[in-house]
């Protein structure tokens, strides 16, 4: 099984919906059972707080689950229990670095990294574009599988 978690600064815009837009691709691939995705946040301003609105939203007009994930701070332990650990931007990258100590197996990654155009994933808590940080959290996850997919031989453990 392969366990990702998604990270952003709250955990309640960008590293929710990328949760929800991945298990949603596995799940039309029939892929559910090869992957264990979860999400959590770098801070602890929204810790216990429900998925924001806009994200509930956007994920709603795409046709896509949105469960009831509350937000949690991501820990140390963390590190051992996922093999990816992906943030959405340079910030939540030294701030995941910081909580994890090293990144000695790399596993840290943006999650644009694995897409041709690189960067950082706009936090729609302050651009108020959903649209934009949906179109770029989906270029992303298809990138992230197909990565996988390819690393694993076209088969997921």
């Not at 992957?35 to 939203?57: C, L």
């Not at 990816?84 to 197996?105: K, P, T, V």
């Not at 943006?110 to 302050?126: H, N, S, V």
Request: charged share 30%; aromatic share 10%.
């Amino acid at each position: 099984m392969i366990k990702i978690l998604f990270v952003c600064h709250g955990n309640i815009c960008r590293s929710t919906m990328s949760e929800y837009v991945l298990k949603d691709m596995v799940k039309k691939q029939g892929l559910e059972d090869s992957f264990y995705i979860d999400s959590a946040a770098t801070s602890r301003e929204e810790i216990g707080n429900p998925v924001h609105w806009g994200t509930k939203q956007k994920l709603k007009e795409a046709g896509i689950f949105c469960g009831n994930h509350r937000a949690r701070q991501m820990t140390k332990e963390d590190y051992d229990k996922f093999d990816f650990l992906i943030g959405m931007d340079s910030a939540n990258i030294r701030n995941m670095n910081r909580i994890l100590g090293a990144d000695s197996e790399g596993k840290v990654y943006k999650l644009l990294d694995f897409c041709e155009r690189k960067g950082d994933i706009a936090d729609p808590w302050y651009t108020g574009n959903f649209d934009a940080t949906y179109e770029d959290v989906r270029e992303g996850c298809e990138a992230l599988l197909a990565y996988i997919q390819k690393v694993k031989g076209g088969r997921c453990l």
